[in-house]
């Protein structure tokens, strides 16, 4: 857990915002009363309410959709933040509700498109996705895969960000998101820890089961710049979809050497410059009982795509290079190079930065560094 991390990187943040905002409000008077990640378990679906976040009078503002998600609410002008993980014929990926806007500037405003209708929210687009390996292990479950990420209102070339029920000021990202699986007692219940990253055309979500002793640090939110690769190993490939069991990973950033030495990697703040290296490459925990599926016999029900598919090239290029890796700062510029926004130092190298709590993750082109073939580890 990151709290003193993020307490004191949410006091900066605070003092910093009071300069630019009306100074009557007390800073601390910012945080919510109860943390995201302390509410529920919501029983489903009767004790869910309308909005998990009520808190008012904070630096965020209020929650952007509702947290009952119905029939009514089934439609592509969805505001619902209730997200599922399922299997790999259902699950919901957090995603903006209107294009143009850069998924580090709106993390808090995410709302749940789904792969299947019957959770009452938005439907991922006939054909977005491209690759999707679900995975459920002792500890979580996870999905991982590829998707034409301008489907889901994200800007082309986006290197997107993650989402997690923490951020800096613990109403999470998004604001009273939640999200639930039947995976674990076979009826739905509320993951309390789970973590999406979303950037690169490429996506990873994980729900830890809240019954494991460890959720909360399988679903640590405090990797947010070195992206999938770290956070959520795997071997999804580009159009393979497939359901696997598996072992769990090792806790994201945690790692053990050749010398059997295990270490805890710190992520480094933001403020000391992009990410060019990390000093390990994650285990990709051993999968077993693939059972390889059609796309097009999976997802069904679904809306016609509404903008023109991306070329998929620059995809693939990317997934080539290993993918969802590293981030560095914020930039807008698709590729390697990249530029510090010095509006956005984060000194603490949690979470989070300003108010809209996001970094961009970025593609690290120096994979050579790792002294590893990445040529098959797609998103690895
Ligand atoms: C359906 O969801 C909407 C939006 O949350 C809510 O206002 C409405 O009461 C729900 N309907 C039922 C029958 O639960
Ligand atoms: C947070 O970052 C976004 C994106 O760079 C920027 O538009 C916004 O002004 C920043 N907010 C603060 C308080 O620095």
């Known amino acids: 857990m990151s709290n003193s991390v993020t307490l004191s990187s949410f006091v900066a943040l605070v003092l910093s915002a009071s300069s630019l905002v009306a100074a009557q409000a007390p800073p601390l008077a910012t945080y919510p009363a109860v943390p995201l990640a302390k509410k529920g378990p919501f029983e489903y679906p009767d004790g869910i309410p309308f909005k998990v976040d009520t808190d008012t009078n904070l630096i965020r503002g209020l929650q952007k959709g509702y947290n009952i998600c119905n029939g009514t609410t089934e439609n592509q002008e969805s505001l619902c933040q209730t997200s599922w993980l399922n299997s790999l014929e259902d699950f919901c990926l957090w995603a903006p509700s209107e294009p143009g806007h850069e998924v580090g500037d709106i993390e808090g405003e995410m709302i749940a498109w789904c792969s299947k209708p019957g959770h009452g929210t938005r439907l991922i687009p006939e054909g977005a996705l491209k690759g999707v390996q679900f995975m459920k292990t002792p500890d979580y479950v996870q999905v991982v895969g590829f998707i034409d990420q301008t489907q889901i209102n994200m800007i082309d070339g986006d290197y997107g960000g993650e989402m997690d029920p923490h951020g800096a000021d613990s109403r999470g990202n998004p604001m009273g998101g939640i999200v639930y699986s039947d995976k674990f007692t076979g009826k739905p219940i509320q993951g309390i820890e789970w973590h999406n990253f979303m ?3 490429q996506f990873c979500f994980k729900v830890c089961d809240p019954a494991g002793p460890n959720a ?24 393979v979809f497939e359901s696997c069991e598996g072992e769990s990973q090792d806790f994201p950033g945690v790692y053990t050497g050749a ?17 060019t290296t990390v000093p390990y490459v994650a285990r990709v925990p051993v999968s077993s009982n693939c059972v390889k599926h059609e796309s097009a016999s999976i997802y069904t029900g679904l809306p016609k795509p509404t903008v023109s598919a991306t070329s998929s090239s620059s995809s693939a290029s990317q997934t080539a290079g290993g993918s969802a890796g590293i981030s560095t700062s914020r930039t807008t510029s698709a590729g390697p190079a990249q ?8 000194t603490n190298g949690g979470d989070s ?20 073939a990445f040529a098959a580890l797609f998103l690895a």
């Not at 909360?216 to 159009?239: L, T, V």
């Not at 010398?259 to 990410?275: C, F, M, R």
């Open 199 to 201: 950037g690169s055309n």
């Open 216 to 239: 909360a640090r399988y679903c640590e939110h405090i990797f947010d710049r070195i992206g999938c690769a770290f956070n959520a190993p795997n071997n999804a490939q580009k159009d």
């Open 259 to 275: 010398d059997g030495v295990v270490t805890t990697y710190k992520q480094p703040a933001e403020s000391l410059g992009p990410i």
């Open 339 to 346: 530029t510090g926004n010095p509006q956005n130092s984060n």
């Open 353 to 372: 930065n300003n108010e809209s709590g996001a970094e961009r993750v970025v593609v690290f082109s120096g994979l050579a560094a790792f002294g590893v």
